[in-house]
């Protein structure tokens, strides 16, 4: 920190850099291979000179779904209500929603080859409805694989569509919300973008 409580970006991203090595270190000991589900950093001390952060995190071995749509994947749109037709019962808690918002989030690639990212400038859109791209029906309807392809390209059409000068796509949050008593819709609750930097190592 320079005195003024200010933290120089380079200064930043190194430290970005170190605290996710370590974190890598952690998951793979014992030879174990973990996933990090969830991190929560937050400063203890801070000085004009330095700050203290503290990390709790969560970590385990999921089986992690495809990054495709495959052909068993038939699912309820809504409510959680998992596969319907053939896998009717399946995946309780999931629906076509939480599906395409997988595919979205965790399977999307920064191109970076060190696996190390970070954004600046990152501005966050808020609920964004494009019924002309985006399903809609009712909460009883199965959607199919190609139903589901057809979704998930209109999802990618309306980041694209959405997307500021200048900056890149970084996340979204992707559900579903209804329009009357009987008609639902896919949409983004919210979408992120920046300009992604990638941390050679």
Not at 54 to 59: I, Q, V, Y
Not at 111 to 128: A, H, M, Q, R
Not at 169 to 181: E, L, P, Q
Request: glycine share 8%; with cysteine; proline share 3%.
């Amino acid at each position: 920190m320079n005195g003024n409580y200010i933290v120089n970006g380079d200064d930043l991203a190194i430290a970005y850099a170190n605290l996710l090595n370590f974190t890598n270190v952690q998951l793979t000991m014992g030879g174990e291979n973990k996933t990090l589900l969830v991190a929560d950093v937050s400063f203890k001390n801070v000085s004009s000179q330095s700050a203290t952060m503290k990390m709790t995190t969560s970590a385990a071995t999921p089986s992690n779904p495809s990054c495709e749509i495959e052909n068993d994947d038939y699912w309820y749109p809504v409510m959680g209500d998992g596969k319907c037709g053939a896998y009717g019962g399946q995946n309780s808690g999931d629906d076509a929603s939480t599906r395409i918002n997988y595919l979205l989030n965790d399977c999307y690639d920064y191109d970076c080859e060190s696996g190390i990212v970070f954004f600046l400038n990152v501005v966050t859109k808020y609920e964004i409805f494009d019924e002309d791209h985006l399903w809609t029906g009712q909460f009883s309807d199965c959607l199919s694989p190609s139903i589901m392809h057809d979704d998930l390209d209109g999802a990618w059409y309306v980041i694209n569509d959405n997307a500021p000068p200048n900056k890149d796509y970084i996340s979204c949050s992707f559900s579903w919300d209804v329009i009357t008593g009987v008609q639902y819709v896919h949409y983004f609750p919210n979408i992120k973008y920046g300009i992604i930097r990638c941390i050679e190592q």
